[in-house]
């Protein structure tokens, strides 16, 4: 609906027509009519950046402008005022076209009277009302569309995660549970055969892979709990240097095996903090377990603890196998595997779960790797006292 009294815009530089204007809306007696008037169209838009207006009258002929030019000025500027542009009596195709480009309406000069300008202001003001209505429900419904786009996506996302998941999880099972039938069954069907000593290795096989299993549903649990937001983060005490010295020596029998040279060194001070033991465990774990996994035999490992006084970082370096640019990319996506890594055993969780242990930290992961040089990784976790 207009309203009772129009605040009006003119932008003419001819002094009559904006005069002969002026007199026609004062005789209008629907409604009142405030007319402020300028002559350019620089004027103009400094005018709409100063004051609120409910329509303008645009001549498509001035100093600094000139034909269709003045409207994609004047709708960037006032993109929700409707416009009338003012033409002389040849120049209807343009007016028809400026209509086309965003005008509301035209009115032909020395053929406007009184009626007809109020009618065409009411028309204009009117119609990009309801211009302006369309495109907000438009908008709307386009944002609904897209979030509803964007809810769909991520439920296909989530069921083919799910889908990768089971199957994943049901193949990495069934290793260690074909390795517990298998060693079960020799037990069961050739007891009185074996001797203590094979008894007793098949008995460890079993233990084995009863551990790797239950490591495996804890991982897979963990990353349940941090994509729920369920992850506890529960803080205590802790000395890093020894914690540091006990993962390498419950590391020493795999390096051992692999040839490895593990080297551990801490530099800076160490202050009372307080740490989540588990999930610093899960960190530095996997990211000794990978760098002893993708060495190759003979190679070296350093394990670096830097302590400063409002941070710690500690840097894992190994000079393995390397990951690919595009590996890098997608590197602690849970499941995802390097394009190199062969025949390592692997899940695919130990780089996901250490980013999510990171962040229920608040800290953050560098990685620095190139194929057949190495690969390095550095934590840094603040202090908490």
């Known amino acids: 609906m207009v309203a009772s009294s129009v605040k009006i815009l003119l932008i003419e530089d001819n002094p009559a027509e904006a005069r002969l204007l002026q007199e026609l809306l004062k005789q209008a007696q629907s409604k009142e009519f405030s007319l402020v008037h300028v002559k350019r169209l620089q004027t103009a838009l400094e005018e709409l ?16 402008s000139q034909g269709l030019s003045s409207l994609p000025h004047i709708i960037s500027h006032a993109p929700s005022l409707p416009i009338v542009v003012l033409t002389n009596l040849n120049d209807e195709e ?15 000069k020395r053929q406007v009277n009184v009626d007809v300008l109020v009618r065409s202001v009411n028309y204009a003001i009117e119609r990009k009302q309801v211009l302006e209505s369309l495109r907000t429900v438009n ?62 290795d098949h008995i460890q096989i079993i233990r084995s892979a009863i551990k790797n299993m239950a490591q495996m549903l804890d991982e ?53 903090a307080l740490w989540d033991e588990s999930l610093l465990r899960h960190i530095l774990g996997n990211l000794l377990g990978n760098a002893i996994k993708y060495s190759l035999p003979g190679g070296k490992i350093q394990f670096e603890l830097i302590g400063q006084e409002n941070t710690v970082t500690f840097r894992i370096q190994d000079w393995g196998i390397g990951i690919s640019e595009n590996d890098l990319k997608q590197l602690f996506q849970p499941f995802h595997r390097g394009e190199n890594v062969g025949r390592v055993p692997g899940t695919g969780l130990g780089l996901a779960i250490v980013k999510k242990c990171i962040e229920a930290h608040s800290g953050e992961i560098l990685v620095n790797s190139e194929i057949g040089v190495g690969t390095t990784f550095t934590v840094t976790l603040p202090v908490i006292k």
């Open 49 to 64: 950046h100063q004051g609120t207006y409910d329509v303008i009258l645009l001549d498509l002929t001035l100093p600094d």
């Open 94 to 108: 343009l007016a028809i076209e400026a209509v086309r480009q965003g005008a509301q309406d035209y009115l032909v």
């Open 139 to 200: 908008q709307t419904l386009q944002t609904r569309v897209d979030e509803r786009t964007a809810e769909l996506v991520k439920a296909n996302e989530l069921n083919q995660f799910k889908s990768e998941f089971v199957s994943m999880l049901s193949h990495d099972i069934r290793n260690p549970l074909n390795t517990i039938l298998l060693a079960a069954g020799l037990l069961q069907n050739s007891d009185d055969k074996l001797s203590k000593e094979k008894k007793l």
């Open 220 to 272: 897979v649990s963990l990353i349940g709990k941090a994509d729920s937001g369920k992850l506890q983060f529960e803080l205590c005490p802790l000395d890093l240097e020894l914690l540091c010295h006990l993962l390498v020596q419950e590391a020493q029998l795999t390096v051992r095996e692999k040839q490895l040279t593990l080297v551990f060194a801490s530099y800076g001070e160490f202050s009372k």
